[in-house]
């Protein structure tokens, strides 16, 4: 289990790629995503349980996460969230 720090982000809101900002959130709270995207309809829900499963894969159990996704693949998410949960839990080189 990792604890984040801090708050941090990750990524931009160009096209074809996801703002991912995260803080640390009280314990037991799990992590709660919130996404902005123009295929929120189409692809929210599979958006939202990558993002979830990819921080959980990082031992994150507590979290907030606002994501700003402008057509991103699903390796870009996890990019992103990896970097800013390494940028959170204070890791140098990110």
């Given at each position: 289990?990792?604890?984040?720090?801090t708050a941090a982000q990750a990524g931009t809101v160009e096209s074809s790629d996801i703002l991912i900002m995260l803080a640390p959130a009280q314990a037991g709270t799990g992590i709660q995503v919130e996404l902005v995207s123009p295929t929120?309809?189409?692809y929210?829900?599979?958006i939202k349980n990558l993002?979830?499963?990819?921080?959980s894969a990082q031992g994150i159990q507590d979290a907030i996460i606002h994501a700003n996704e402008k057509g991103a693949l699903d390796y870009t998410i996890e990019?992103?969230?990896k970097t800013a949960i390494?940028?959170?839990l204070g890791e140098r080189g990110f």
């Open positions: 289990m990792a604890k984040l720090l929120l309809q189409q929210g829900e599979h993002i979830v499963k990819t921080a990019a992103r969230v390494q940028r959170a």
